[in-house]
């Protein structure tokens, strides 16, 4: 029988990539999306709000009437926010940890009972390369993911004894359109931070356009699931990205924060 997979934020994006090339791995797939009107899909899509209990409820229920069981879960959905600290709305910073932090813990908490009643089940939490630093201008995201992917190593050795696995893959920057969705704090005209914020953003914007195709993630994910014992933790993005890792760990916490500042021009 095929595996049951639900992949969430599949509209577009990594989310669609993924959803699209598990269908043709002969998966049988269910997207979400938080409006499920557009066409075109080679996969059902699902009406989903991971902020909301009962839509993630109702979305999980629907999938287990129609296939008695869900074997995968790929933790997609999230959103982006970007601007100085001191400027970001605090409302605005509790919204984006309510998608990519809250959210996704509660659509594990809903899919995890039914996995452990078939003693089975795989989770892969798409997280980001930005949670493993602080990055200027976007530290409430490398908040969210980085908060994430700490919750996601604790889940992995709780869930361990049910058979479920729980793997995290950070991607780099991707070409998506998750700039236009992102919530970006605006660039104010008294703002001290007005000169290199906006500098910044239009830096963020051009690597996300110049950014690895979503069809690799795609990639990476039907790799992970052909293998038995995966890794706690999975990279994908430029040589530099994924070095930056490696550099934060060895170098003096200065010095690393001199090569960032460096980078981001301020």
Same mark, same amino acid.
């Given at each position: 029988?095929?595996?049951?997979? !639900?992949?969430?934020?599949?509209?577009?994006?990594?989310?669609?990539?993924?959803?699209?090339?598990?269908?043709?791995?002969?998966?049988? *797939?269910?997207?979400?999306?938080?409006?499920? +009107?557009?066409?075109?899909?080679?996969?059902? &899509? !699902?009406?989903?709000?991971?902020? +909301?209990?009962?839509?993630? @409820?109702?979305?999980? =229920?629907?999938?287990?009437?129609?296939?008695?069981?869900?074997? &995968? !879960?790929?933790?997609?959905?999230?959103?982006?926010?970007?601007?100085?600290?001191?400027?970001?709305?605090?409302?605005? $910073?509790?919204?984006?940890?309510?998608?990519?932090?809250?959210?996704?813990?509660?659509?594990?908490?809903?899919? !995890?009972?039914?996995?452990?009643?078939?003693?089975?089940? @795989?989770? &892969?939490?798409?997280?980001?390369?930005?949670?493993?630093?602080?990055?200027?201008?976007?530290?409430?995201?490398?908040?969210?993911?980085?908060?994430?992917?700490?919750? $996601? %190593?604790? /889940?992995?050795?709780?869930?361990? %004894?049910?058979?479920?696995?729980?793997?995290?893959?950070?991607?780099?920057?991707?070409?998506?359109?998750?700039?236009?969705?992102?919530?970006?704090?605006?660039?104010?005209? +008294?703002?001290?931070?007005?000169?290199?914020? =906006?500098?910044?953003?239009? /830096?963020?914007?051009?690597?996300?356009?110049?950014?690895?195709?979503?069809?690799?993630?795609?990639?990476?994910?039907?790799?992970? /699931? =052909?293998?038995? +014992?995966?890794?706690?933790?999975?990279?994908?993005?430029?040589?530099?990205?994924?070095?930056?890792? *490696?550099?934060?760990?060895?170098?003096?916490?200065?010095?690393?924060?001199?090569?960032?500042?460096?980078?981001?021009?301020?």
């Amino acid at each position: 029988m095929s595996k049951v997979v !639900l992949v969430t934020g599949a509209s577009s994006g990594i989310g669609k990539s993924i959803a699209s090339l598990l269908t043709n791995k002969g998966y049988k *797939v269910y997207g979400t999306s938080r409006n499920p +009107n557009k066409t075109g899909f080679d996969f059902e &899509i !699902l009406p989903l709000d991971v902020t +909301n209990r009962d839509s993630i @409820q109702n979305c999980i =229920q629907l999938i287990i009437e129609k296939e008695k069981r869900l074997d &995968i !879960l790929v933790n997609n959905a999230g959103m982006g926010i970007t601007g100085p600290i001191e400027d970001t709305p605090t409302e605005e $910073m509790k919204r984006v940890f309510n998608t990519n932090f809250f959210g996704a813990i509660d659509v594990i908490k809903e899919v !995890l009972p039914h996995m452990r009643n078939h003693k089975r089940g @795989q989770i &892969i939490n798409i997280t980001s390369i930005a949670g493993y630093m602080g990055l200027p201008y976007r530290g409430i995201y490398s908040a969210t993911k980085g908060a994430f992917e700490l919750a $996601m %190593e604790a /889940l992995r050795m709780e869930v361990k %004894e049910f058979g479920v696995t729980v793997v995290n893959l950070a991607p780099g920057d991707v070409a998506t359109n998750i700039a236009a969705g992102r919530y970006h704090t605006p660039v104010f005209d +008294n703002s001290a931070y007005k000169e290199n914020y =906006q500098a910044n953003l239009e /830096l963020m914007n051009a690597h996300v356009d110049t950014g690895l195709s979503p069809d690799i993630m795609a990639k990476k994910v039907y790799k992970i /699931l =052909q293998k038995k +014992n995966p890794k706690v933790h999975y990279k994908v993005g430029g040589f530099m990205e994924k070095f930056s890792i *490696v550099l934060k760990r060895i170098l003096p916490d200065k010095m690393y924060e001199k090569l960032l500042m460096s980078h981001y021009k301020l």
